[in-house]
Structure formats: structure tokens, C-alpha cells
């Protein structure tokens, strides 16, 4: 038995929104490529190339990353790009997207050779929660003013449009696509390629698959542009698992169980977005899990089980995918999940573990 923690990603899982993807693309005529940002566990690599276009990024190691290690078509973005990174970066993208028409300018140069787009912020969002909504007020998340881009037209290809945050509703998608159509039409005429972005939730379940090729269509017949998709959570939703085990119980008032993993370390976005984790729901017996780390709040959440736990009890934490194998950190020197995946065949395969000269290396 594999010993906890470790991320378990369930193949079979991740090949049913896999083959969403793909007729997604088919009936749109859209590219779909992995927003790295949120899933960059290589390994899985394989089993999704056949599936998607390629990865798009957020940095010059992402990009690296993807080029390396996914291939098919890179798109390199960041939020800004520094003079020592700039030709390495061009070096591995077949698209590199400036968040600004300054940095646009500035490295219009060394990317004459590939295209170029930029981002485009239409000033709504989808998100509700401010520190991820990229149409804050005042938000650095690309250019919106029209003139401003017409003003760079020549020297762009496409933008990039990110403005749905686990967007479930296709009516909500539709409007604010429509949005787009109207107060940017005059931008939109000019470009080969639009990027969306990422945040759709189009492998949820019951989500309007068709509806949403047939939108994406529409819109890439109107502008005659190629549609990109950009999906990080859409891609990896419901696939993977944290499995913990239970260190320790007590009971303060309510019944807590201290597991052998941490939401700071592991699961970081529960933190930050004030998430409980995903866990068993039924039975009599409850317990708040708990994380070992040293921070107050580190609590994975409430669950409920139909036995009473015990230590040595394992838990698993579902949905643990996105964004939390690339946000997982050394803090207190908690050891850090390995990655196993299991097969279609039901064999379940350690991919990595990781130990204490990980930790040593990771300071210095
Ligand atoms: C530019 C861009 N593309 C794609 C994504 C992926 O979003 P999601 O994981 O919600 O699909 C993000 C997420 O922040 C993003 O900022």
C-alpha cells in the first residue's frame, strides 16, 4: 500500500472529461489548450496530449514546461515579461500574448518572428470573489480600451480574453459573449485568433455541451477567427484525490482528526478562498479533518463517516486536482504528497514521492 499522502489521479476519471474536450473541439472547431497554472503534473501528460491542442502558460518555466514536456502548440502569456526572458521565452512559443501594449511595443523586436496577441480585459467577469476577479477595479489584467488596440491592430494576430471563473451557466456565458461581440467588434474583425480563456465549466456535469459548440461557432464564423479555449479546471475537475491518513484524534467540544497532510501546504486554494475540502458525507459518526500543520485554521473541513475513525484511518479528500499540486509548498517541513496515478486497468502506480532532501534543496 502506497503510504499517505498522495495525490491520486484516477485515469479513467480524467479521460471522461478528456473525451469532452475532444467533442467539444469537434463540433466547435475550437482548440483547447491546458492553462498549466492549474494542473502541470507532467506525468499526466500522456494520457492527455491525444485530446487537447497544446498548454498555454503564465511564466517563462510554465512555458518551458509545456513546450518540453506537452509539445503540440505552446502559447506563452505572463503578466509581464522581463528583458532576460524574453528571447527564451519566443524560443519556445508559437504565440506569445503581452498583457500590455506597452510590453507589446517594448518586445516588439525579439518576437517579430512568432505571433503576437494581447489581453484583452472586457471589464466583467464571472467571478464573485475579488482577489480572483480579473475585472476588479483597476485590475493590471490586460488593455480595455479599444482605440488603445486598434492603435497596435498591425502587430497583433489575436487577443486573449480571460473572464469566466467556474462558469456553470451557459445563459451567462452566451450573454456575456455577446458582450464581447458587440463593444468589440471593431477589434475583433481585424484578428486571426480569440482566445476565451479559461473558467468555462464545460466537463461538468449537465453541462450544455452542444449549446456551447454551437455559440462558439457562431462567433468564430462571425469574426472569422480561430477560437481558443484555455481550460485548467474544466480539464482536470473530479480526476484526482488526496489521500490522507488519520494521526491523532481528540475531542475539544466537537470531534477533530488531525490527518498527515495540510491545506496550506497541499491544498492551498481551500485557504484562500475560504473552501471546505471535498469529503465522505454520510453516515452517523462526524468529525471536523484537520490539517497537522501549525495554523489554527488549517481545516480540511467537515465530514461525516459510518464508523467511528480511528488512527490509521485512511480519508480521501476528492476533486484535489487543480491548483493545488502546482501551489504545494514546504511549510512547517510537512511532508509533501507523493503522485500516483491509477490505470484504466485499476493498477494503481507511484509516479513520485518526495523527501527530505526535496525539502533541503527547495532553501538553501
Ligand atoms: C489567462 C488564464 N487562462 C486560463 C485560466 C484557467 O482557468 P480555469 O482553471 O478556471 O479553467 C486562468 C485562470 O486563472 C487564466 O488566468
Request: glycine share 8%; charged share 25%; net charge negative.
Amino acid at each position: 500500500m502506497i503510504p499517505t499522502p498522495f495525490y491520486l489521479i484516477d485515469e479513467a476519471r480524467l479521460l471522461t472529461n478528456m473525451r469532452k474536450v475532444e467533442a467539444l473541439r469537434a463540433a466547435s472547431g475550437a482548440k483547447a489548450l491546458l492553462a498549466l497554472k492549474c494542473f502541470a503534473t507532467w506525468s499526466a501528460f500522456d494520457i492527455m496530449r491525444p485530446y487537447m491542442d497544446g498548454t498555454t502558460s503564465s511564466s517563462l518555466y510554465e512555458l518551458r514546461l509545456g513546450r518540453e514536456k506537452f509539445g503540440k502548440e505552446t502559447h506563452a502569456y505572463s503578466v509581464a515579461w522581463s528583458d532576460r526572458e524574453i528571447d527564451e521565452a519566443c524560443s519556445y512559443a508559437d504565440k506569445i500574448i503581452f498583457n500590455t501594449v506597452g510590453q507589446l511595443t517594448r518586445f516588439e523586436g525579439p518576437s517579430a518572428g512568432i505571433q503576437r496577441g494581447v489581453r484583452l480585459n472586457p471589464r466583467f467577469s464571472t467571478s464573485g470573489f475579488d482577489l480572483a476577479d480579473p475585472a476588479r477595479p483597476f485590475s493590471r489584467l490586460g488593455e480595455w480600451d479599444v482605440t488603445k488596440l486598434l492603435g497596435v491592430a498591425d502587430l497583433i494576430t489575436g487577443v486573449m480574453i480571460h473572464y469566466n471563473c467556474e462558469n456553470r451557466d451557459f445563459a451567462l456565458f452566451d450573454e456575456q459573449l455577446g458582450r464581447i461581440e458587440r463593444e468589440f467588434a471593431p477589434l475583433l474583425e481585424k484578428l486571426d485568433w480569440v482566445s476565451l480563456g479559461g473558467g468555462i465549466h464545460f466537463t461538468g456535469e449537465g453541462y450544455p455541451l452542444e449549446e456551447l459548440a454551437k455559440r462558439l461557432k457562431t462567433f468564430s464564423d462571425r469574426f472569422g477567427v480561430q477560437v481558443y479555449l484555455e481550460p485548467g479546471e474544466a480539464s482536470i475537475t473530479q480526476s484526482t484525490s488526496l489521500e490522507v491518513t488519520v494521526l491523532d484524534l481528540l475531542d475539544n467540544g466537537k470531534n477533530l482528526a488531525i490527518v498527515d497532510s495540510s491545506i496550506e501546504a497541499h491544498m492551498l486554494d481551500l485557504l484562500i478562498y475560504r473552501e471546505s475540502a471535498k469529503l465522505p458525507q454520510t453516515g452517523d459518526h462526524a468529525y471536523q479533518i484537520c490539517g497537522k500543520s501549525c495554523l489554527a485554521g488549517d481545516i480540511f473541513g467537515e465530514a461525516r463517516f459510518e464508523q467511528p475513525l480511528n488512527v490509521g484511518d485512511r480519508i480521501s479528500v476528492a476533486d484535489a486536482a487543480g491548483y493545488t499540486m502546482v501551489k504545494k509548498n514546504w511549510f512547517n517541513g510537512v511532508n509533501m504528497p507523493s503522485i500516483a496515478i491509477k490505470r484504466e486497468t485499476g493498477e494503481i502506480e507511484l509516479i513520485r514521492q518526495f523527501g527530505y532532501e526535496d525539502y533541503l534543496t527547495s532553501l538553501s
